[in-house]
Nanobody, 123 residues
């Protein structure tokens, strides 16, 4: 199983970016897929995830209302549409196979990670 993240870049505050996570070696109904991010000097943070079984979506409070996760099963790809970006969203974003915990937070599962894509929000 491989995950390939792409779509990062430099954007001004208030701008938008769409990240993609192309999954190969399995299908999206086998695993939930989550986005995590890690800013320099900070711990990794869960951002959003989408269930493999029913397509339900979940968001961290810090991005709720600004980010939207979706999937295209014909392309075996998960997307993260990021709007109203802030400087605090600056981080390397990773996609990974994930499970939903009882606390409503998605956790990495199965050890499948993409290589990360850098998002920089700056004027």
């Amino acid at each position: 199983v491989q995950l390939q993240a792409s779509g990062g870049g430099l954007v001004q505050p208030g701008g938008s970016l769409r990240l993609s996570c192309e999954v190969s070696g399995t299908t999206l109904d086998r695993y939930g897929i989550a986005w995590f991010r890690q800013a320099p000097g900070k711990e990794r943070e869960w951002v959003s995830c989408i269930s493999g079984s029913d397509g339900n979506t979940y968001y961290a409070e810090s991005v709720k209302g600004r980010f939207t996760i979706s999937s295209d099963r014909t392309k075996n790809t998960v997307f993260l549409q990021m709007n109203s970006l802030k400087a605090t969203d600056t981080a390397r974003y990773y996609c990974a196979a994930a499970d939903l915990g009882d606390d409503g937070v998605c956790y990495p599962a199965a050890g499948y990670w993409g290589q990360g894509t850098l998002v920089t929000v700056s004027s």
